[in-house]
C-alpha cells in the first residue's frame, strides 16, 4: 500500500505474492476457471485471440510450439491464425454453444504466454490453473474487489496483468469494462470512459496513470488504483494519493 508520509512517499514491503506462490497451495475453485488446456493464448497471448501488431511469422511460429488444436478467430482474422480452417472456432458461430466441461486438474495448464524474445526466440510458459487460482483468490483478498466494483481493463493481452483485469472481477461478481487499444492509449478518451462507466478499480503502468492525471483525472471516491510493470515515482505516487486514490504498488514480485 502506497502512503504519503512526512518522511515523503512510502509503501509497505510486504510482498503480497508470498501467501499467493507457496508451492504446495492449492484453491480448488474450478469453477473459476474452464479454460481447456488445448486452448491456448497466442499473439494477445494466448485465447487465441491474434494481436495484430504482433508479426505473422511470430504468430505462427507461436502456433506450432504451442501444438494448439484450436483457436477462436473471427473470419476477418482468421488468415492469420496460423491453423487451418478445421482447427477454428469462430467467435460468431460459437456464441451460443453448450460451455465447455470444468477443468478439475489444478496441475493442467489455463494458458501459456511468450516472452518478448528479445533474448532470442520467445518462449512459451504454461501457467497452470493451481497458480492463477491462487493468484485470483489472493488479489481478490489483498487489495480486495467487492462485487460492486467497476475494473476497467486497459492492458493488451500480451501483458501477463491482464490476467488480473479480466478474470479477478468476474470471479468476485464484479464488472469489467475493456477499453479498446485507442481509448487505453489517449488520456482524454481514457478518463471519460472510466467516468461514463463509473469505474471504481484500475490497474495500469505509470505510463497510463501520467496520461490520466494530464488529461485532468479526477477519481470517484473510494477508487482503488493499482500499478505495475514500471517503476513508480515517487512524485506520480503523490499525485494520485493527493487526489484520493487508494494506491498499489504491484511492481517488482515477478523481476
Not at 147 to 169: G, K, N, W
Request: hydrophobic share 40%; charged share 20%; proline share 7%.
Amino acid at each position: 500500500v502506497v502512503q504519503d508520509t512526512a518522511d515523503g512517499i512510502e509503501w509497505d514491503q510486504t510482498n503480497v505474492a508470498t501467501h499467493k506462490l507457496k508451492l504446495g497451495t492449492t484453491f480448488r475453485y474450478k469453477d473459476w476457471l474452464t479454460i481447456t488446456p488445448r486452448l491456448q493464448w497466442i499473439g494477445e497471448t494466448t485465447t487465441g485471440r491474434k494481436n495484430s501488431l504482433v508479426p505473422g511469422e511470430r504468430l505462427k511460429m507461436m502456433a506450432e510450439d504451442a501444438g494448439l488444436k484450436l483457436v477462436v478467430t473471427h473470419p476477418s482474422c482468421a488468415e492469420a491464425c496460423g491453423l487451418p480452417q478445421e482447427a477454428q472456432v469462430n467467435a460468431e458461430d460459437a456464441a451460443d454453444a453448450s460451455p465447455l466441461p470444468a477443468i478439475t486438474d489444478t496441475q493442467a495448464p489455463a494458458y501459456v504466454i511468450y516472452t518478448s524474445g528479445s533474448t532470442g526466440r520467445p518462449k512459451g510458459v504454461a501457467v497452470p490453473h493451481r497458480a492463477v487460482c491462487n493468484f485470483l483468490a489472493s488479489m481478490q483478498r489483498e487489495p480486495g474487489l467487492q462485487a460492486s466494483d467497476r475494473l476497467l481493463a486497459v492492458t493488451t493481452l500480451s501483458f501477463d496483468i491482464a490476467v488480473l483485469e479480466l478474470l479477478l472481477p468476474l470471479v468476485s461478481g464484479g464488472t469489467v469494462v475493456l477499453a479498446t487499444r485507442d481509448q487505453a492509449m489517449d488520456g482524454e478518451a481514457l478518463m471519460a470512459l472510466a467516468d461514463r462507466e463509473q469505474i471504481s478499480v484500475m490497474q495500469a503502468t505509470p505510463t497510463t496513470w501520467h496520461m490520466l492525471a494530464d488529461a485532468g483525472w479526477k477519481p470517484t471516491p473510494g477508487f482503488k488504483g493499482m500499478t505495475g510493470g514500471e517503476p513508480l515515482t515517487p512524485a506520480l505516487a503523490k499525485h494520485l494519493l493527493h487526489a484520493g486514490v487508494a494506491l498499489w504498488n504491484l511492481y517488482g514480485p515477478d523481476r
